[in-house]
């Protein structure tokens, strides 16, 4: 394959972009780069009742923040453009005259009331399904049924009509899924879907293959809910005279709800508490907001991992990719045919261990953006709060929780009283903190060295006393090392946090 490959990204902006359509971008992405071709991002904007204010620059941001790049689009042009089928209406209108001219589209002026009248005789009549088929169209009203005068007359009164795709009646459609191999489909399995609305505008199906061929598009890689329409797009390739610049077609797999069953959608989300989609998204009616990876504390290289292997196997057993690496091992022809078992169990995971590579400055930065940073702290000791912690964490929202000990004094209640007095700790506490508040100069290394000097003259163990100096400083049983918190808190804040805990035990003491 050839540096002529191109492929294409073609979202709807009738909302946010769910993570099964950054998935699908990103496998166009990855085929592209993997073959040095062009991906072009257009959007697909001909359906104007479901278009949602603001979708369009969501999808650009959310494509943007996960680092999938592309070589043309509706804000950076290229050689093709437009690249919003919105302001490719006069190219359509040619293409839908030039079907019917050749005998492969035809006139349809049913109504939508004769159509519902149509569907509920059929639903009468025991059929499961209404199709306008090649049965259908010889009852409706149409420029097959009606005389040439009629059709010319309606037409020029101005009648309301659509154009729709004149299917054969017994063919079989074929053609090579790069991802499903052979595909046979019967041609009365299809009906004469609409290629042209009485509002003037294309549907999908015509829009979408007039713009892969004007835009030479090589590889039409998209989710599988559009291979049952691959039948029909294939066959307009035909009628059109472009069966020789067809593209090849690839289906990906359905991202599957976490039970494994049906397609992941916001609803799963909602239920499961965890996003489907790449960024926040307000809803422009309701005003509601909808948490993002982004916004949750995902990093965009933990995102792209995860959803590249949900549906692609590399060649080996590597988990963790850097973006070039993904690019260098993808192909097609390892992604399953299967659905994929969507597991944000799997998505911390990757978040976790990408969050390992991160360093405390980077980490600080990213904990900045979240409205609980705590602010009032320099940016150095944030930092080094974060270094110490990220181990510990799955996602950046979780600093919020873990870090709290760091940036606020525990609060020294009855029970934890009651068990500081069990390990006695008012017994060694005094001289621990004239020890360190007599460290000089104060250092990770002079503070370790000054614990092991402290053991050994004192008898204790490291087991009875750092658990309890963990309490006392940090307010938790688990977490960081006593060295590490109190290297990071310093000397001042350390002794400040154990005299108030002395204070406070001084009258268990006494007892």
């Not at 005259?97 to 009549?125: I, N």
């Not at 004239?434 to 008898?459: Q, R, V």
């Amino acid at each position: 394959m050839d540096s002529h490959v191109r492929v294409r990204f073609a979202p709807s902006p009738t909302g946010p972009l769910h993570i099964g359509g950054v998935r699908t971008a990103l496998y166009n992405y990855l085929f592209a780069r993997k073959h040095q071709g062009r991906l072009i991002l257009r959007i697909e904007d001909t359906d104007q009742n479901r278009l949602v204010a603001g979708a369009e620059a969501y999808i650009i941001e959310s494509l943007r923040w996960c680092g999938l790049s592309y070589d043309e689009g509706p804000d950076i042009g290229g050689p093709y453009g437009p690249y919003r089928q919105s302001e490719r209406l006069s190219l359509y209108r040619q293409y839908a005259d030039q079907l019917v001219a050749r005998g492969h589209a035809y006139y349809a002026f049913d109504s939508a009331q004769e159509l519902e009248e149509m569907r509920q005789r059929q639903a009468r009549a025991g059929s499961d399904s209404f199709q306008y088929d090649a049965v259908m169209r010889r009852v409706m009203k149409n420029s097959l049924t009606l005389s040439t005068a009629e059709v010319q007359q309606r037409l020029a009164s101005g009648a309301p009509y659509v154009i729709r795709a004149l299917i054969p009646e017994d063919i079989e459609v074929r053609f090579t899924d790069l991802i499903r191999g052979e595909v046979v489909v019967h041609s009365r399995q299809l009906d004469d879907k609409v290629l042209f609305k009485s509002d003037g505008w294309p549907t999908y199906h015509l829009a979408n293959v007039v713009d892969d061929y004007l835009m030479k598009v090589t590889h039409v890689i998209r989710g599988e809910e559009w291979l049952s329409s691959t039948p029909l797009h294939v066959l307009l390739y035909r009628f059109l005279g472009w069966e020789q610049h067809m593209p090849h077609f690839a289906h990906l797999p359905l991202i599957l709800k976490p039970e494994g069953t049906g397609k992941l959608s916001k609803r799963d989300g909602d239920k499961w508490g965890f996003p489907v989609f790449p960024l926040a998204w307000t809803d422009p009616e309701t005003g509601q907001i909808t948490l993002g990876y982004r916004e949750r504390g995902f990093l965009p290289e933990a995102v792209i991992n995860f959803l590249a292997l949900l549906g692609w196997h590399p060649t080996g057993n590597q988990e963790l990719f850097e973006l070039y690496e993904l690019v260098h091992d993808f192909s097609l022809e390892h992604i399953h045919k299967g659905g994929a078992r969507f597991d944000f169990d799997k998505a911390r995971w990757f978040n976790h261990e990408y969050l390992k590579r991160r360093s405390g400055e980077e980490l600080a930065a990213l904990w900045a953006q979240r409205p609980s940073y705590p602010h009032g702290f320099s940016r150095t000791y944030v930092a080094q709060v974060c270094e110490l912690l990220k181990h510990r964490c799955s996602l950046i929202e979780e600093f919020d929780e873990v870090g709290r000990p760091f940036f606020e004094r525990p609060v020294l209640t009855a029970e934890l009283k009651n068990k500081l007095h069990e390990h006695q700790a008012a017994v060694w506490l005094t001289a621990f903190i004239e020890a360190l508040m007599a460290l000089e100069p104060f250092s990770k290394e002079a503070l370790e060295h000054m614990m092991k000097s402290f053991l050994k003259n004192s008898g204790l163990k490291a087991g009875s006393i750092f658990p309890v100096l963990r309490l006392l400083i940090l307010g938790v049983e688990q977490g960081p090392s006593v060295v590490d918190a109190i290297s990071i808190l310093g000397k001042e804040e350390t002794g400040a946090r154990l005299q108030h805990a002395q204070k406070m035990l001084q009258p268990v003491a006494e007892n």
